[in-house]
């Protein structure tokens, strides 16, 4: 097995060392071979011919390490898996974005890898290369916290071969799910069959499911393959699995124990590798199964589990769902491109949607279906939705219509105010303890005492948040304006919060990519930068050296080692800070590094 990493510079572990994971790699036969130069990696790629490509999933590595064409087309090709921050919507789109297969969270470690890649050669040793072109993802939207969740548990349960249970109400995405888990396993190649069990009647489901001989039954004139041997080396996916037959139950119990079983009528046993993902919308009892199921077939499918969540429950992706499927129903329509009046979106959102994402749909179709110009409004909308979301005033959804600030103000101090910590509110709230402390800090400054209901519960946020610098004293304006700071970090949660945070002691200008820092700091001449070492486009610790070498940097990282901070020196660095940042340390650090400046 050959294996080619491409691997960032900034990723490198000291200098220009082997990273020590290669070495348990080559203990278990691996031939590997590494380079952080894209074109060394290009001419490997071509001369080569590995089996396996590690690739970074930003910069120039990233043409290096794409499928050539003749390999696309006529195959087979090297598997490329692509090297991710961390699992998310955005990592799994970047997947087909690249041309890649799949994904791997870094940094490399090596088990993971070396699941993965057994996994991998197992499908390949057993049944050859794939018969099927490379497969685009499913649609899945959003980008809050529960459908982070999913994609998470998605990424990481893709290259098993365990049986998976996905549960969820009706609507809520659970084939979306499978197939998510079936593009990024090693059977992404191969057949992925869906059987809605509660759609086909109980006298034909066996049939269906495992074929039958001719002369069978009355209208078995032919010889015919069931979803199992059609799903051979793939997928098979058995959506509301809830409702068969007791009796087919147990058939099914014995080919997932087995993975063989006869045809309707034959005798012949016959054996399939597949892979089992099952779908329900029932209500799993506090015991931990199905009551319409057998609990022993319960078991066996349990292995893996995927909550699929309401989409009342992540009210937060309805916008950007709504948006998308706006954008579908009109192009079936073959209307010209619709926008949504604003009146719209507060009714979307007081719904309960029992329906869930599928409701929505139908809801979005409806409204273009009745549309007469070019905005959507209330008028294209369900009947029975404008009348069911106006009886939500005044009492779930009393905020929905106001400005996104008030929303979140008063989300977070009712919550806050509902709650006995600030960990609890923020595990309702679904965002971090720290993203709360920005803000109960800004609305303390913005109303005074009033508003200190809830004090963070370490001492040291709350003497942080107690000595405030005060840049007025009796009515005079402050001595000089506040230093200006360019932040540079392409998590938007995060420079959000610390924009925030930091707009008390400094004038903070916020940039979400390399490219952007670069211009801005041409542009603006701050201060002093604040910049995560990683960031898409350009690497700041190659760019900024030549760009702002008089101003104060502080370079802030989760994964620093000798090599990473060796770059940030010849960079111009005046600090080093970890990830999560240390909020007690920052607004220190970056004073100090501004009044070395001033001071200079």
Same mark, same amino acid.
């Given at each position: &097995? ?16 082997e ?26 790629r071509?001369?080569w011919?590995?089996? /396996?490509?590690?690739? @970074?999933?930003?910069?120039? &590595? ?13 195959? @087979? ?17 970047? $997947? $087909? ?14 088990? @993971?890898?070396? %699941?993965?890649i ?31 969740e ?27 799910v ?35 001989e ?7 004139t ?7 041997e ?20 147990? +058939? ?16 012949? @046993?016959?054996?399939?590798d597949?892979r #089992? ?10 015991s931990?199964?199905?009551?319409? #199921?057998?609990?022993?077939? /319960? ?21 950007r769902?709504?948006?998308? /499927? ?18 719209? *979106? ?27 110009g ?25 905020? $929905?219509?106001?400005s ?30 720290? +993203?709360?402390?920005? %803000?109960? +800090? ?31 004293? &009796?009515?005079?304006?402050a001595?000089?304006?506040k ?14 919060a ?18 952007? *820092?670069?211009r ?6 701050p ?12 690497n700041? #610790? ?11 940097i502080?370079? /802030? ?8 901070? +060796?770059?940030?020196?010849a ?5 080093f ?23 200079h």
């Amino acid at each position: &097995m050959r294996l080619l990493v491409a691997i960032d510079p900034t990723d490198a572990e000291s200098g220009d060392d082997e990273p020590t994971w290669i070495e348990r790699a080559r203990s278990h036969d691996w031939n590997v071979k590494w380079s952080a130069d894209p074109e060394e990696v290009a001419g490997l790629r071509r001369q080569w011919e590995p089996t /396996f490509i590690l690739c @970074p999933d930003s910069g120039p &590595m990233i043409e290096a390490c794409r499928p050539l064409g003749s390999e696309v087309a006529e195959g @087979p090709h090297p598997l490329v898996i692509l090297l991710v921050d961390a699992y998310s919507p955005a990592a799994i789109d970047a $997947v $087909v974005e690249h041309g890649a297969d799949t994904l791997l969270e870094r940094p490399i470690r090596f088990d @993971p890898l070396c %699941r993965l890649i057994q996994q991998e050669q197992r499908i390949l040793t057993k049944h050859g290369p794939g018969r099927e072109s490379r497969l685009s993802l499913p649609v899945i939207i959003g980008e809050s916290p529960a459908i982070r969740e999913i994609f998470e548990t998605v990424s990481m349960a893709a290259p098993s071969d365990a049986t998976t249970l996905i549960t969820g109400e009706s609507g809520t995405g659970k084939e979306l799910v499978a197939r998510a888990i079936h593009r990024l396993s090693p059977r992404r190649d191969r057949p992925f069959v869906a059987v809605n069990c509660g759609a086909i009647p109980e006298n034909l489901i066996e049939s269906e499911l495992f074929g039958h001989e001719k002369g069978a039954f009355t209208d078995a004139t032919s010889r015919r393959k069931g979803r199992f041997e059609v799903a051979d080396t793939g997928t098979l996916f058995l959506d509301e699995v809830g409702e068969l037959h007791p009796q087919m139950q147990v +058939k099914l119990l014995r080919v997932l124990q087995e993975q063989r079983f006869e045809r309707v009528g034959g005798t012949e @046993p016959i054996s399939v590798d597949v892979r #089992m993902i099952a779908a329900t919308n029932q209500h799993i009892t506090g015991s931990g199964k199905l009551e319409s #199921m057998r609990s022993d077939l /319960f078991y066996r499918l349990n292995v893996l589990r995927i909550e699929a969540p309401p989409l009342r429950d992540r009210k937060s992706d309805i916008r950007r769902l709504w948006n998308h /499927f706006v954008e579908e129903a009109a192009d079936l329509e073959a209307r010209s491109e619709l926008e949504t009046n604003p009146d719209v *979106l507060p009714l979307l959102l007081r719904y309960q949607w029992p329906g869930n994402v599928r409701e929505l749909e139908n809801v979005a179709r409806h409204a273009v279906a009745l549309s007469s110009g070019g905005t959507l409004t209330t008028d294209c909308l369900p009947h029975y939705l404008t009348v069911a979301a106006d009886q939500t005033v005044g009492q779930d959804f009393d905020l $929905v219509g106001r400005s996104l600030e008030t929303i979140e103000r008063e989300a977070i101090l009712q919550t806050c105010e509902a709650t006995s910590s600030v960990k609890e509110a923020s595990e309702l709230l679904g965002v971090s303890e720290r +993203k709360i402390y920005y %803000r109960l +800090k800004q609305y303390r400054q913005d109303d005074g005492p009033a508003e200190e209901s809830v004090e963070p519960s370490d001492s040291k946020e709350a003497d942080s948040a107690a000595m405030e610098p005060e840049t007025e004293s &009796m009515g005079m304006p402050a001595a000089r304006a506040k230093p200006v700071l360019l932040l540079a970090e392409d998590d938007d949660d995060l420079r959000w919060a610390l924009g925030s945070y930091l707009a008390e002691s400094f004038d903070v200008v916020s940039v979400a990519d390399g490219d952007s *820092l670069i211009r801005r700091a041409r542009a603006v001449q701050p201060d002093i930068i604040l910049t995560d070492i990683r960031m898409p486009g350009r690497n700041p #610790m190659e760019s900024l050296r030549n760009d702002v070498s008089e101003t104060p940097i502080v370079f /802030f990282s989760g994964h620093w080692n000798e090599k990473r901070r +060796k770059q940030a020196e010849a960079a111009g660095a005046s600090a080093f800070l970890d990830k999560p940042l240390d909020i007690d340390n920052l607004e220190d650090v970056l004073k100090d590094a501004a009044d070395g400046k001033n001071n200079h």
